[in-house]
């Protein structure tokens, strides 16, 4: 979501924070493409479930990264419980979900035509494999905070339902 902000592509990301410690991340930037991919796999399955899928890797995407070089999207779908992805590109939205480590549980589905654009991510982080599964507010404030400070005109939206607070960064 902040590749595509800082790339030009939107300026306002949110976060949810659920009262089941899942987590719900929606920007209004271009959205994962929903077509397939050259591999013969919907687009949104490659780059939540292949390393190294993201973007970055493309010349023309990004000239300015600050995330983890096309591993990151993949690496919560292989820690969560499940990974939700509804991505509104081109015209048309679609939706996938993945379980336990990037098992495919539904296979991309066209949720018809759309005027928006973004991307909508929920996931869950597996209790198998974290002690703990509780996020920490203070933690998300800050860093929403400082990405705020540091990258002007996007607005970070932090819902809070634990505690019933929603707050608004931008500088």
């Known amino acids: 979501a902040i590749d595509e902000a800082m790339a030009g592509y939107g300026k306002n990301i949110t976060i949810t924070l659920h009262k ?8 209004d930037g271009r959205g994962v493409p929903t077509g397939m991919h050259k ?41 969560s419980e499940y990974l939700d992805v509804v991505s509104c590109n081109d015209g048309i939205m679609v939706h996938q979900r993945f379980e336990k480590g990037g098992k495919i549980i539904h296979k991309q589905e066209n949720l018809g035509k759309t005027n928006k654009t973004g991307t909508t991510v929920t996931f869950k982080p597996d209790p198998k494999i974290f002690d703990t599964v509780v996020f920490d507010r203070k933690i998300i404030e ?5 990405n705020a400070f ?7 939206t932090f ?4 505690n019933n607070k929603k707050d608004i960064y931008y500088y």
């Not at 800050?142 to 400082?146: A, G, Q």
């Not at 540091?150 to 970070?156: E, G, S, Y």
């Open 20 to 27: 089941d410690n899942s987590v719900t991340i929606q920007d």
């Open 150 to 156: 540091l990258l002007k005109r996007i607005q970070f």
């Open 39 to 79: 591999s013969g796999v919907p687009t949104t399955q490659v780059v939540y479930t292949f390393l190294h899928a993201g973007g970055k890797f493309n010349d023309a995407s990004y000239k300015v990264s600050s995330g983890l070089h096309g591993v990151g999207a993949s690496v919560v779908t292989a820690l």
């Open 159 to 162: 819902i809070d339902e634990v």
């Open 142 to 146: 800050n860093r929403l905070r400082e």
